[in-house]
Structure formats: structure tokens, C-alpha cells
């Protein structure tokens, strides 16, 4: 969703081969950062700050397809935020920019020692780099937070490693991750996932042309395809939708639409209180609440009664989301 930070001129650099324009030298934050969760954003904090300490721009370090893909297979993991999310989520931030580094069997090819000397060193000049407490790179994994301190230290870089962030802040409380929130949405629960990775998860898309039925039923909604390893679990929604920097509360189905054809996934979004053209444009679907499973009406007009009430139950959520603050 839309955040009051000023922005920048973020730079989204693919595989460069030199120091990207505007960030060279750069403090770089390593990582997936899949979702950019509570523990991702500390340790770009960390590196935010490092950056202003020492007068240099902050960039994240990411790689595409995820590494999980990369070995298991297309599609196997469960994407929370593909890369043109990823990079939107980052830019919100107020760093200088995400530089994205192919992952393929090259790169997994290399050994740790290669991959600082290749990458962090010839092809990006990095001045410091942040990880988390759990990140490893180079073949088989080898590469540990303590050997890259180590090689900062031999190469005169600087290293800092941030340790394991809870969900709230807590030690006792679960640690925020990647693959907590994959769990709480595949079992639909958008408030927990919310509550671990610090916002709410999204889905940002192209509107694209469907059959034209919620308009026929008096809720026209705008329609998006999500990734294909989007594995939410289906059902009904309470969700505000970003529209060109305007915020607007609404109720989405997430699903196969059993009652029309069963068909393949697909996200529907029906806006309150909005009218005009939203073919074309890329939205960003942000769910706040969980209504209810999808299910098979016996009748069009069963259907367009239940999506009513669907939509006064996610009026109420929301106005409950406000007041949560």
C-alpha cells in the first residue's frame, strides 16, 4: 500500500557487469527477501544505516528465479512477492535500489570465495554488505555469516550480521519468516501473515478483461492473474486496493469461481466507492481479513446475494483494520 516516505531515483539493476550508475560503492543488503518481512526490513535497516554513516548509496543484492525454483523446479515454491512486487516493496523503503543477479547453474557453480571475489567485488565494488543471521551462498550452501565476515576482513569490505527478528519484537514469539507467512495463507489466515511480515501481503497485477459477470450482477470487479505458485488458500476477502498513489477499500474472491466454470485461478476485486476505466493499469490487491471459503451457489441470483453480504461483512473488517490503527 502507499507509504508516506519520500522516494528517491530507486535504480533496479539486471545482472550488471559493473557497478550499476548510482550504486557504485554501494551498502548492500543480501538476501531472497521474499515478502520483505519484519526480518528482511532490519536487515536493510542495518544496512540504511551503515550507508548514511559512511556516505554511500544502499541497495538489496536479490536473486531471480528464486534459488528453491532454480533446484527443485518451476513453481515449487510459493512466491510471496515476485520481482516487480519485490522491487515496488523496496522502493517504499527509501533505499537507492535493488540489483538483481540471475540465479543459474553458473552462478550456483560458484564457491563462496568465488562469489565475493566475482560478484560482491568485480561486478559490484560493494563498500559493505548486511545479511541476516541465516543466510548461506555458494555451492553446497559453504558459504556461512561468519566466512563472510571473514572475507571482509582479508578484502576490506565491511560485514554486519543481523540476528533473528520475532514477529512483535519478542524472542519468545515466533520469528518472522518466509515460510511462517506461506503457512498462515495457505490456510487463509491473511491477519497473521499480515502480523509477520510487518504489511499486509499483496497481489499486484495487470487488470485484465474477464467475462464481464460481476458487472452483470451490479459488482463489476477488476481482474488479475496472479503468479502461478500463489498458493492462498481460495475463498473470500476483505482487501483495499491501490489505484494510481489512491488508496480504496473492497472485497475480492480469490479462486476457480465454482459456481460460473471452475476454471483457473483467478483474483477478482470489486472496489467501493470507485468508478471508471481499470483495463490496463497494474493494481496492488492488499488483503485485510478472511470471509469466507468459495463455494458453488445453486443460482446466479444466490450468487449476487451472497457477494452483498460478502461485501457489508468486509465494510465492517475494514472499518475495524482502521480502528486497530
Same mark, same amino acid.
Request: hydrophobic share 65%; no cysteine; net charge positive.
Given at each position: 500500500m502507499a507509504d508516506p516516505r519520500p522516494s528517491k531515483n530507486?535504480?533496479?539493476a539486471i545482472d550488471p557487469a559493473a557497478p550499476p550508475p548510482g550504486l557504485e560503492?554501494?551498502? $548492500?543488503?543480501i538476501g531472497n527477501f521474499d515478502g520483505v518481512h519484519r526480518g528482511h526490513v532490519a536487515v536493510i535497516r542495518r544496512a540504511e544505516a551503515l550507508a548514511q554513516k559512511l556516505g554511500r548509496p544502499c541497495a538489496v543484492l536479490t536473486f531471480e528465479p528464486h534459488p528453491t525454483d532454480f533446484f527443485r523446479g518451476e513453481k515449487t515454491i510459493f512466491r510471496l512477492a515476485p520481482m516487480q512486487a519485490k522491487a515496488k516493496?523496496?522502493?517504499r523503503l527509501g533505499i537507492d535500489g535493488m540489483?538483481?543477479?540471475t540465479f543459474d547453474a553458473a552462478l550456483a557453480s560458484l564457491t563462496a570465495e568465488q562469489f565475493i571475489a566475482e560478484i560482491l567485488l568485480r561486478r559490484l565494488g560493494v563498500r559493505? $554488505?548486511?545479511a541476516g543471521y541465516d543466510f548461506h551462498f555458494g555451492a553446497g550452501r559453504k558459504g556461512t555469516p561468519v566466512f563472510l565476515k571473514q572475507s571482509g576482513e582479508r578484502h576490506g569490505f565491511l560485514v554486519e550480521i543481523?540476528?533473528?527478528v520475532s514477529a512483535i519484537g519478542s524472542e519468545a514469539d515466533e520469528a518472522a519468516s518466509s515460510t511462517a507467512t506461506r503457512a498462515a495463507l495457505e490456510a487463509g489466515d491473511v491477519e497473521h501473515a499480515a502480523h509477520l511480515l510487518g504489511h499486509p501481503f499483496s497481489i499486484m497485477g495487470e487488470v485484465l478483461h474477464g467475462q464481464k459477470l460481476g458487472r452483470a450482477l451490479g459488482f463489476p470487479t477488476a481482474n488479475l492473474l496472479p503468479e502461478p505458485s500463489c498458493r492462498l488458500r481460495h475463498g473470500i476477502y476483505a482487501v483495499r486496493v491501490e489505484v494510481d498513489d489512491a488508496l480504496y477499500s473492497g472485497v475480492a474472491?480469490?479462486?476457480?469461481?465454482p459456481t460460473v466454470d471452475n476454471g483457473s485461478p483467478l483474483l477478482e476485486a470489486y472496489l467501493f466507492d470507485f468508478s471508471g476505466d481499470l483495463y490496463g493499469k497494474t493494481i496492488e490487491v492488499c488483503f485485510i481479513g478472511w470471509i469466507r471459503p468459495e463455494e458453488k451457489f445453486s443460482s446466479l441470483d444466490a450468487l449476487k446475494a451472497q457477494i452483498a453480504a460478502d461485501a457489508e461483512q468486509a465494510k465492517q473488517m475494514l472499518r475495524v483494520d482502521i480502528a486497530k490503527g
Open positions: 530507486f535504480v533496479l560503492g554501494a551498502v $548492500v543488503a516493496s523496496l522502493e540489483i538483481v543477479i559493505a $554488505v548486511v543481523v540476528e533473528r474472491s480469490f479462486g476457480r469461481r
